[in-house]
């Protein structure tokens, strides 16, 4: 059985994801814990639920998802696995960082490019690899069909879709990895995104306007 354990870190609220399963491993998705007070949170989550990190995995490479890589990597001593198309984006992370307010003094080694990988796997528990790009050239999504669970990070929102402003980012590519990738899974698919409240695929195929805009024939994505 899978659980979900979801720290909001950083000025950013964005949402660390500790997924763990009955054998105490666990990884840890978008570490964004930036102060000792949020590191001490994410230890304190780990140690209270007996768990054992095995893996550093970012859904993408925005500094508010890896602010806390180094300090997972060097605690747990764990390897880093993120999309190779983002890598571009953990490079520049003090330059990115310091135009929000961010110090990146260390930038993280990855360490497993999990471009062109298929699964995730750790204890008993394995995840579907879905390249998502839009938000950013190399987003991924984790999905796990046992369990009907999936982490969309900053691809999907309750009720919202990932800027596409930013370096690499691309409108159109988001919404197909929406309308074409994520929407198919099932309207009773949960899923945990990269900032704000749980949802699932059903709601938002109902609720979300960059979502029905595009069902009801309102706008051409493509």
Request: hydrophobic share 35%; with cysteine.
């Amino acid at each position: 059985m899978i659980k979900i354990g979801v720290l909001p870190f950083n000025p950013f609220q964005e949402n660390t994801i500790v997924v763990s399963d009955e054998t105490g491993e666990c990884i840890i998705v978008d570490a964004g814990n930036y102060n000792a007070q949020e590191n001490a949170a994410l230890s304190k989550y780990i140690s209270d639920n007996g768990l054992k990190p095995v893996m550093a995995v970012n859904t993408h490479g925005h500094v508010d998802h890896m602010l806390g890589v180094n300090h997972v990597k060097e605690t747990y001593h764990i390897p880093f696995a993120i999309h190779g198309k983002d890598k571009f984006l953990i490079e520049s992370a003090p330059t990115h960082g310091a135009i929000y307010g961010f110090q990146v003094d260390k930038v993280p080694t990855v360490d497993i490019d999990l471009e062109g990988q298929k699964e995730l796997k750790f204890g008993n528990t394995t995840f579907r690899i879905i390249e998502t790009p839009g938000h950013t050239p190399g987003h991924i999504a984790l999905y796990n069909p046992e369990n009907k669970l999936l982490l969309t990070g900053d691809t999907l929102f309750r009720e919202s879709i990932g800027r596409t402003d930013l370096p690499g980012g691309d409108y159109s590519w988001i919404m197909r990895s929406i309308l074409d990738k994520l929407i198919p899974l099932g309207d009773e698919v949960r899923f945990y995104p990269g900032h704000g409240m749980e949802s699932t695929i059903g709601h938002e195929t109902l609720y979300n306007p960059f979502v029905t805009e595009v069902l009801n024939n309102e706008i051409n994505y493509k």
